[in-house]
């Protein structure tokens, strides 16, 4: 048994390193095959988180801050932007996904509390997900 644990550490530790693949080179292969799934707007339904999820953590490991612009998305790549238009009254806003979820119902977003109220979305509504891309997401906030 003793002998094990080291043997498994040498087996992890030898693998990652003896095909080495930049962190660069991995964000791009990433994001050239999540681009192809997540580049056209869909419509879904999408509600809020805040209060009782303040301060914990979330899927990319920062801390949740209910007064931020962000999202959570099942499937779009954690740190992507994303354009959220309520689809009632045609708010707009650019949110940055930074969670997993939501996990009830089968709502598509969970915006941040700060994100649905510049939006007007006190509970839930209709609204379309545009992905954006890091130039889209540039032009826009300069705008």
């Given at each position: ?61 920062e801390r949740f801050n ?11 790549p954690l ?65």
């Amino acid at each position: 048994m003793n002998i094990l644990i080291p043997a498994v550490f040498f087996v992890v530790i030898s693998s990652y390193f003896s095909n080495p693949i930049t962190s660069a080179e991995a964000s791009r292969r990433h994001t050239s095959h999540v681009s192809k799934a997540h580049n056209n707007p869909h419509q879904g339904t999408a509600s809020w988180y805040g209060p009782g999820f303040h301060g914990k953590r979330t899927a990319n490991g920062e801390r949740f801050n209910m007064y931020a612009m962000t999202a959570a998305h099942k499937t779009l790549p954690l740190s992507s932007y994303a354009e959220i238009t309520n689809l009632k009254n045609h708010r707009s806003v650019i949110v940055r996904i930074n969670d997993r979820g939501p996990y009830f119902g089968k709502r598509a977003l969970d915006l941040s509390y700060a994100a649905a109220k510049q939006i007007g979305i006190s509970g839930t509504g209709a609204v379309q997900i545009k992905p954006l891309g890091r130039d889209q997401t540039l032009a826009l906030l300069n705008q």
